[in-house]
């Protein structure tokens, strides 16, 4: 499983991120499986993480959406020692995993359908960013051969007697079974944390850490696991036993592509 890895002290703050953070009170932001430290201010939010060339890659990404989509805007970027500081704009909403969206799931998966064509939407024509599966398997070679594959936080059936033997054999399956894809704007992590609803309507979209042109189900994928373990119980511990997460098809006026659905979930277990 992932950990936060920073801890938060305002003297170790670049002076610029001080200054403009100054007076402020706030607090950190535990909800997430990132390991980047997040510091909420009153109107501004702090993402801090060891410094990485992807760290570029999403501050263009956020900077590219700017206009097109609810997001945040980017403030300021600092770096001090090897650790980056990136400065937001803090988006208004709940969490789509409020108590309030879970108790009206009806009202809920309509508006997370709503937001995955928000994103189809957009012109992907000149997006800085692509994070096709070529790109993903890559990564997830580079993580496997680091050590950073964590079996722990898989779900139950990925390894196992009835999944496989170990991350090694889940690559090799993921290599021979790439599907078709079907490349849109990606959010990269479309679980009902990072998406923030407010007055009925999508009022942003955060974490956009992934963010690029990818296969339409990739965000479908994790958007049902999330959908389904938000009501499942295996997150917030609350079961909603009346909840289909089938229902997301639906309001997305789609069927089910379960073999997608499954190799991207898959796929995820890799990061």
């Known amino acids: ?35 980047s430290t997040v510091i909420v201010f009153e109107d501004m939010v702090l993402k801090m993480d060891k410094y990485s060339p992807e760290v570029e890659a999403t501050i263009r990404m956020m900077r590219w959406l700017e206009g097109k989509l609810p997001v945040p805007k980017v ?107 079907e490349p849109v704007l990606s959010h990269g992590d479309y679980c009902l944390p990072n998406v923030l609803l407010a007055d009925g309507r999508i009022s942003g979209f955060i974490d956009l850490g992934d963010a690029g042109i990818a296969d339409k189900w990739k965000d479908i994928s994790l958007c049902y696991r999330s959908l389904k373990h938000n009501f499942d119980g295996t997150y917030g511990g609350k079961v909603y036993p009346d909840f289909n997460p089938d229902m997301l098809f639906d309001k997305l006026g789609m069927e089910p592509d379960w073999e997608k659905l499954r190799y991207y979930i898959l796929l995820d277990e890799m990061f």
């Open 1 to 35: 499983m992932r950990h936060k890895t920073m801890q938060f002290d305002r003297n170790m703050l670049p002076d610029k991120i001080k200054e403009l953070t100054a007076g402020q009170q706030c607090n950190m932001d535990e909800v997430g499986l990132s390991t």
């Open 75 to 181: 403030i300021c970027h600092e770096m001090k020692e090897d650790i980056s500081y990136l400065l937001m704009s803090k988006v208004e909403g709940e969490m789509s995993c409020a108590e309030y969206y879970l108790e009206h799931p009806h009202e809920l998966t309509s508006l997370l359908a709503e937001g995955l064509h928000m994103l189809w939407s957009v012109d992907v024509s000149d997006c800085p960013r692509v994070r096709d599966l070529d790109t993903e398997l890559a990564k997830a070679k580079e993580r496997l051969e680091q050590g950073l594959v964590d079996t722990l936080d898989a779900e139950p059936d990925t390894y196992g007697a009835e999944g496989f033997a170990n991350p090694e054999e889940l690559l090799t399956w993921l290599l021979e079974h790439k599907p078709d894809s």
